[in-house]
């Protein structure tokens, strides 16, 4: 055939996706397929309208779609064709059973483990893509041994590090590539035909190889780190708002230091994604599972920091508005867990959104990538919350999406920007003020619009981390 290896990918989502459709434009000479269980997304993965949003994504998508990038669902086949097989599937925290809130549940990855020891006819390299809990591969390594085949399979860690939003440009030029495997012949010999994937378009000083164990962990520590930051900002930013510090002085004065960086350092109202928390948390089980309570206890704190972030915006915004918001109208600005993405998943506007309708608030949401029905759906995903747990959600107006920012501020009390779009920085915010009931709040959830400029159109503007505004009326 044309193709020199032949590489398949289950798991068609924010990874599987976007991951093989670099490797495809990247290696001409590869044959890629991903395969899903969910026929929607592969049938969308074959369209144009792709059923993740990712800038850039279309466009490598399409340059490689048909001549050697393939989305299918013929799962059995796609194995037995390939050499070499990604596990990409999702590993979400478990919500029942033992380290329920806590553990990753990585019953999709021994899923994949199982199907390609049944169906494959000769010996395959087995990638886990997916974040998994360290050790993970020796379970996936022992499911594929257990055929009785006499095939022979290796286990290799290459965990992912893209971030939404910028997964094409993460991935087309990577901090870093890791790859871990086992430190035997076969081992190395498949640790090699990776880096040989990689090394189309990656310099070969920025691919990393581990032992298993190391790879996999690193990218749980990776995360956690970048949590860590992120809720260590957060943590300054309510002292900051007791003492008349601006966190966005305090971030810039850390910037300079080599040793801290300039990134990561942007205060807001908590973070979000599919990742950060589950990868935190599972890091934190796992060091239970171990005895090591107070590494468990001291990454804990991450997650404590960040719940009590999205708390405190929402108790800030209580009580600034007379303590009051049953029946007034609040504008959510931005619904994704951030900019760029249409991602939802623990995104702290379900947080806000849900602690304001206990409140008795109608809401009204604007996002410009996230539909009403995948609203709805994370309501119930993340708090239960849907007709059956609180009537009236889908059936009246307690929370409507909205066309544009300007209807969605209409009437309103108060405007919440809760993810960072660009388009926020930018509205005509004189407008937005005549439309609203007065006094007009906005809480600035992630620090977009300019305060100042804010405040001189009449509005009562209240920014993560910044000196609060004396209230004008006294
Ligand atoms: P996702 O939920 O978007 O996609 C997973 C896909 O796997 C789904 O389409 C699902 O139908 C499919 N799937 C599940 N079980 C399957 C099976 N047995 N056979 C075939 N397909 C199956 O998940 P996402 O976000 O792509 O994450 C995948 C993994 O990558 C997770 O472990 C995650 O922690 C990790 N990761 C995610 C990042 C992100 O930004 N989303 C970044 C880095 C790592």
Known sequence: TQYKYHICCMGAGYVGGPTMAVIASNCPDIRVCVVDLSKRMIDAWNTDELPIYEPGLL??????RGRNLFFSTDIDAEIQKADMVFISVNTPTKTTGIGAGRAANIKNCELCARKIAEVATGPKVVVEKSTVPVRTADAVRRVLMANDKGIDFQVLSNPEFLAEGTAIADLQKPGRVLIGGMQTDKGKA????????????????????????SSELSKLVANAFLAQRVSSINSISALCEATDADVHEVSRAL?????????FLTASVGFGGSCFQKDVLNLVYICESLGLQEVA????????????????????MLQRMFNTVTGKKIALLGFAFKKDTGDTRETPAVFVAKALLDEGAKLRVFDPQVSREQMLEEFDYTCGVNETTLPGLTTSDMILTMEDAYTACEGAHAIAVLTEWDAFKTLDYKRIYASMAKPAFVFDGRNVVDIAALRQIGFEVYSIGKPIQKNQFI
């Open 255 to 263: 910037s300079f230091d080599d040793r801290i960086g300039p990134k």
């Open 59 to 64: 466009e490598v998508v399409k340059s490689a």
């Open 297 to 316: 206890d001291y990454w804990y704190q991450v997650i404590a920091l960040n719940d009590y972030q999205k708390q405190r915006f929402t108790r800030n």
């Open 190 to 213: 498949a640790i090699q035909q990776l880096v040989d994937v990689y090394a189309h378009w990656v310099p070969t000083e920025r691919i990393l190889t581990t032992s298993l164990w």
